[in-house]
Nanobody
Framework: QVQLVESGGGLVQAGGSLRLSCAAS????????MGWFRQPPGKEREFVAG????????YYGDSVKGRFTISRDNAKNTVYLQMNNLKPEDTAVYYC???????????????????WGQGTQVTVSS
């Protein structure tokens, strides 16, 4: 089992920045590809970003490319999502997730991920 706990959400004005953290415990963290997903009110969960266990491969959803950066620190069992130039449409509950293995567009599919955090709310005001 892998337990995931997100933090760092909050209320921010458009154009501002937030950094989300996801702390993992349980099984070896470094073997998992990690992802961030979000679910806006009344909408389906969507892929935001993913990172391979080495950190060598990163993936981003089209709507966040150039604004968000995913990173991980395996020594701290933590994955981060740096969010810059936030927009009101970024408002959502953000979830951290872990999968044993995925590659390319396979990492965009939430059904591939077996472990999920409880989510953290991000609200961007206009």
């Amino acid at each position: 089992q892998v337990q995931l706990v997100e933090s760092g959400g909050g209320l921010v004005q458009a154009g501002g920045s937030l950094r989300l953290s996801c702390a993992a415990s349980g099984r070896t963290f470094s073997g998992y590809t990690m992802g961030w997903f979000r679910q806006p009110p009344g909408k389906e969960r969507e892929f935001v970003a993913g990172i391979s266990w080495t950190g060598g491969n990163t993936y981003y959803g089209d709507s966040v490319k150039g604004r968000f950066t995913i990173s991980r620190d395996n020594a701290k069992n933590t994955v981060y999502l740096q969010m810059n130039n936030l927009k009101p449409e970024d408002t959502a509950v953000y979830y951290c997730a872990a999968v044993n293995y995925c590659s390319g567009y396979g990492c965009y599919d939430p059904s591939r991920y077996g472990y999920w955090g409880q989510g953290t709310q991000v609200t961007v005001s206009s």
